[in-house]
Every structure is written in structure tokens, then in C-alpha cells.
């Protein structure tokens, strides 16, 4: 991670010297606040709804800064170390942690109390995340889950039965043995994103056992528990078994590449997967998949899928923290995540928009996403702590090992328990 102690130094030497963000009037009248973004996709939607809120705040300039994913944390750390950080920022989960911690973030507690924003409005496991030790740095906006997407043309081609809407993971893993008697020798009955991700993998079928991945205090490994491992053996049977494409395959193909070009029957994927299968330009699926939820293994767990969203911060060193707020505030509105989900085709945090997105997609794109937000809520918040990006390469580290051969399934548990509870006992120092 990009990162670590010369941020921490940096806000040490923000708060002796008492810097100050470089947002300004710039001669006028007019407060500028900056807000920093990194998706494209994004855009059309927050100049939408900047020129909506201007016009209603004729003394606030919004200046909208978009950067790739690949450059924006980089540029948040030099902006943070030399005192220019946006007013606004993007925050993910898995930079949550550290940038609160090295107090780079507003606490918004207060300020969502006096504007009488009410936090049960939004979906409970996307508040959380941004929730440390009972303190709100961030209002959630756009969320993405986990789900199966299956290939209708291929289904109707081989004579598939489509699968059953509240199926168990002893019926799907049936469905997919009777799919393979069925596919030719080329197409495969499933492929997951195994040796990319551990959000669009391993981790929904931890969620769908009922285990986790840390302690609810970030202090312990839970890898060991009964559910947890019951997750990691039944996602990483599946991935080694002939269902599944061959691990080879995804790492020459990608496993997006391999369900686009209509090589497997079923992805386990992310939310936003689901624009880019839908464009016939990117793929021969287009138009002929299906949304089902991932089966749960044990019955008792909440959820069958993680769920991750980004969230609206004020850097500490805005020196419009309360302007910077306003607008959040307006972002956050029933009214804008409803403009803002049918302009940018994401599902947003509200509650009571969860239907505009289902609906919106219908009507763009012919699709029932409602499986999806089903599966939102009872989702498991995106494990994070101060050293996520630590932790998260032991688990690829060890289940690499594993997939080479070089260790059995036992041996990478017990070994990714012993690697995350090391990088997590290094954290409390």
C-alpha cells in the first residue's frame, strides 16, 4: 500500500504547523470546494448533480477532480503530506482505516447530528464500514456485491435447466455436474476470479458459511473458525474441481475474457461486471445472461456475498468543512442517489432507492437485478483493517501455494491463520 508512515508524518506536521487545504475563494466571492474522484463512469452523474446543488448555492464552486484509480492514491498522499488535500474525497474500505487512524479524516458525528441526517437510512453493512469506534468519517454512496451470472444462450443451446431462485450450494454444485454431462469439452460449467480477487472470490463463500475473515475489534484472524474454513475448502474444492475452468486458463485468459467470449456457463462476479457483459462491443454474452445468488452453505449465515461501497470524506485540513458537508448532505438525499443511479447505472446506499436501481436496469437493459439487491442486504461488509492490503496477499500467497501443488488446503489454512494474525498483532503497535 501506498502509504504508511509518511502520511503519518505528514498529518504530524499538518497539525504543528497548521496548514490548510488549498480550496480558496480565488479572488471572488465564491467558496471552491474540490471533490476527488477517480471512476469515469461516474462523471456525467456528479457534474449533474454539482450543477444542481450550485444552483441552489450560488457562493459554492465545485471543482470536480478526476483521477485513474492507479494514480489517485498517490496523488491523495502527496496532496495530504504538502497540505492540499481535496475538501472532498472518495474513500474506499481498505484506505478507511489507515487515513482515520493518521487523522487525515473529518469525524462527521456531529455534523450529521446538527443536520439531522439519519444514518438508518442508509444499508447498515456500508455504514459500518466507514464507522470507527463509534465515530462516522464517511456517508456511503455507491455499493458493489457478488453474485452468479449465468449464460441464457448457452442454457437454452445445451438444454440446460435454468437453476432455482433459492438454491443451496449442494443443488448448485448438482446443477453445474449436470451442465457439464451437457457442455462441450471447451465451454466450462464455471469460472470464478480465483488467483485475481478474494472480494470476487473465496470471500462470499466465508460469507455464505456464516465465518469471517477478522475479529469484529480487527484484532484476531478468524481463518481457523468452523465457518470460515468450511468456506475457504468448499470455494477452493469448487476451483480445483473439473467444473471450474482450469486455473491455468484464468491466468492466461482472465476470468472476465473467459465468460465474455462464452467459454463458461456461470462467473461468480462483482455488481459492476454486469455493464460491460451487457455491451455487445465487449461481449458475446451480451444480452443472454441471467442474475442468481450465490447459494449459501450454511443456512444460519446471515448472507451469501460481500459487499463493499465507497464513501463522501472531508480531508481534516478543509478549511470548508462545514460547506464540504452541506454538499454531502446533497449528494446523499433520496432525490440525488435516485438521479445519480439512473445516470451511472449503480446501485446507491439509500434504502429507499434499492428499487430505482432495480428498475432502471430493467428498463436500460432487460435485466433482473433483484437478486443482486437481495443479496445486498444481508451481505458481509469487506473485511478491512489498518494493513489490509498486508493480510489480503497472504491469503494469495498461501492459496498460490496451494493451487501450484506446493501445499495442501490444510497447510495453506493453518499458515494464512498464523500470516494475518502476525500482520495484525504488527497493527496494534
Not at 222 to 237: L, V
Not at 347 to 352: E, F, L, S, V
Request: hydrophobic share 35%.
Amino acid at each position: 500500500m501506498l502509504f504508511k508512515k509518511s502520511i503519518i508524518a505528514g498529518a504530524l506536521l499538518m497539525s504543528i504547523l497548521g496548514l490548510t487545504a488549498c480550496s480558496s475563494t480565488g479572488g471572488s466571492d465564491k467558496i471552491e470546494l474540490r471533490y476527488a474522484t477517480w471512476d469515469p463512469m461516474h462523471k456525467e452523474a456528479i457534474e449533474t448533480l454539482i450543477t444542481e446543488y450550485e444552483d441552489q448555492n450560488q457562493n459554492i464552486d465545485i471543482k470536480l477532480e478526476q483521477y485513474s484509480f492507479g494514480d489517485y492514491w498517490t496523488k491523495m498522499e502527496t496532496a495530504a503530506t504538502g497540505g492540499s488535500a481535496p475538501d472532498i474525497l472518495w474513500m474506499n474500505a481498505t484506505n478507511f482505516n489507515l487515513y482515520s487512524r493518521s487523522g487525515m479524516l473529518v469525524d462527521m458525528t456531529n455534523m450529521i447530528k446538527e443536520n439531522n441526517v439519519n444514518m438508518d437510512d442508509y444499508l447498515d453493512n456500508l455504514t459500518s464500514l466507514y464507522n470507527k469506534d463509534g465515530k462516522q468519517y464517511a456517508i456511503p454512496t455507491f455499493w458493489d456485491a457478488n453474485v452468479l451470472l449465468v449464460n441464457t444462450a448457452l442454457m437454452k443451446e445445451h438444454n440446460i435447466e435454468k437453476p432455482k431462485d433459492n438454491w443451496t450450494w449442494n443443488e448448485m454444485i448438482a446443477w453445474l455436474q449436470d451442465a457439464k454431462t451437457k457442455l462441450p469439452n471447451d465451454i466450462y460449467p464455471i469460472t470464478t476470479f480465483t488467483t485475481e480477487s478474494n472480494q470476487l472470490g473465496v470471500f462470499n463463500e466465508v460469507a455464505a458459511s456464516g465465518g469471517t475473515i477478522l475479529s469484529e475489534d480487527k484484532t484476531k484472524a478468524m481463518i481457523n473458525s468452523p465457518e470460515t474454513e468450511e468456506g475457504f475448502k468448499k470455494y477452493f474444492e469448487l476451483a480445483t474441481s473439473d467444473l471450474h475452468t482450469p486455473i491455468d486458463l484464468n491466468r492466461e485468459l482472465k476470468t472476465s475474457t473467459i465468460f465474455k467470449s462464452n467459454k463458461a456457463l456461470a462467473i461468480q462476479a462483482g455488481s459492476y461486471h454486469i455493464l460491460g457483459y451487457s455491451d455487445p462491443e465487449q461481449a458475446k454474452v451480451a444480452g443472454n445472461f441471467e442474475i442468481y445468488q450465490i447459494p449459501k452453505i450454511n443456512e444460519k449465515a446471515e448472507g451469501s456475498t460481500v459487499i463493499h461501497g465507497l464513501g463522501n470524506a472531508i480531508s481534516s485540513n478543509s478549511k470548508y468543512p462545514k460547506e464540504a458537508f452541506d454538499f454531502i448532505k446533497f449528494m446523499s438525499s433520496k432525490e440525488s442517489m435516485e438521479k445519480y443511479t439512473k445516470l451511472a447505472s449503480v446501485p446507491q446506499a439509500r434504502k429507499d432507492v434499492q428499487d430505482v436501481f432495480s428498475s432502471s436496469m430493467k428498463e436500460q437493459l432487460g435485466i433482473d437485478v433483484t437478486p443482486l439487491t437481495d443479496a445486498a442486504k444481508g451481505a458481509m461488509p469487506l473485511p478491512n483493517s489498518f494493513d489490509t492490503s498486508k493480510w489480503d496477499k497472504v491469503i494469495n500467497d498461501n492459496f498460490n501455494e496451494y493451487l501450484n501443488g506446493k501445499m495442501t488446503l490444510d497447510e495453506a489454512l493453518k499458515k494464512t491463520q498464523e500470516g494475518i494474525q502476525k500482520v495484525l498483532d504488527a497493527e496494534k503497535k
